[in-house]
């Protein structure tokens, strides 16, 4: 499959543009997945491992798809594909996917600005922020497993946070599926607050007020009288697991006590 110009580069994948041409050259038996297409009028930009917005910004010009490729071996593009799929049936907004093999997904190319970015442009408020990061949590554990048959198991996105959400015309879409998995929804919500938590504790990144006030809404928006989402067991297996994550430098993994300490004190107003 021919690529276009990089859009963006991240860890474990690199994101190219694709003339609609191109991309309707996948036929479903060559790429292994052919995704049902969505409603009409979704926005488009798809660029998980890439500068946050930088392909969103030319997605009129250059076309509906974009590709998206891992590196060295890294994920499996066609498990992330058939996740992608089971919660867009279920109207979950997360990107369309035209093909997937194992290294390569071809995505609706969405339109807008991360949420990060649109908290550091002040158009939305960090409280608030971590309200919507809350709510796409308990909507995405509404819907029914893949696979399990157990009920309290549900869909994990396990990288929830506010890069990986882009709020298109609309409304939201959640990118960057490589880590779901089927699960308890603790571990989820423990994911979330983690990696949020891990900038909030930091005292020399200069985010850290903003990250504390998106774990503040996220934690905090609960429904009336039901019990926190969040629950002990899952955010033991969150800093089990990003404990252990390859990507953490030295200094992410010595703030994971603190952060552990921040959750708890948030999380108990």
């Known amino acids: 499959m021919r690529t276009g110009r990089l859009l963006g580069a991240g860890r474990t994948a690199d994101v190219y543009e694709m003339a609609d041409d191109e991309a309707a050259d996948g036929s479903p038996g060559e790429a292994g997945h052919e995704a049902e297409d969505g409603p009409p009028g979704e926005a488009r930009h798809e660029a998980e491992d890439g500068p946050p917005g930088e392909a969103g910004r030319e997605a009129d010009a250059h076309g509906t798809w974009v590709l998206r490729r891992y590196r060295d071996g890294w994920g499996d593009a066609r498990a992330e594909a058939q996740v ?18 194992r290294t390569d997904l ?14 550091a442009a002040g158009a939305l408020p960090p409280t608030e922020a971590g309200a919507e990061l809350a709510r796409l949590l308990h909507a995405l554990h509404a819907l029914p497993p893949r696979r399990s048959t157990d009920p309290a198991t549900r869909v994990l996105h396990l990288d929830l946070h506010p890069e990986n959400v882009l709020l298109t015309p609309d409304g939201p879409r959640v990118i960057d599926w490589a880590n ?12 979330s607050a983690v990696i949020l938590a891990q900038v909030a504790a930091d005292t020399d990144d200069p985010r850290a007020p903003l ?41 992410e993994v010595r703030l994971l006590d603190r952060s552990r300490e921040l959750i708890r004190s948030v999380g108990a107003r």
């Open 84 to 101: 992608m799929d089971h919660v867009r049936t279920h109207g979950y907004p997360a990107p369309r996917v035209r093909t997937a093999t």
């Open 106 to 119: 071809v995505l609706e190319r969405l339109s807008g600005p991360t949420m990060l970015e649109a908290i």
């Open 180 to 191: 779901a998995e089927e699960g308890p929804p603790g571990l989820d919500w423990g994911m």
């Open 211 to 251: 990250a504390h006030a998106i774990l503040t809404g996220l934690l905090t928006h609960q429904p009336p009288g039901a019990p926190s989402a969040l629950t002990e067991e899952g955010l033991t297996e969150a800093i089990s697991r990003r404990s252990q994550n390859p990507t953490m430098s030295a200094r």
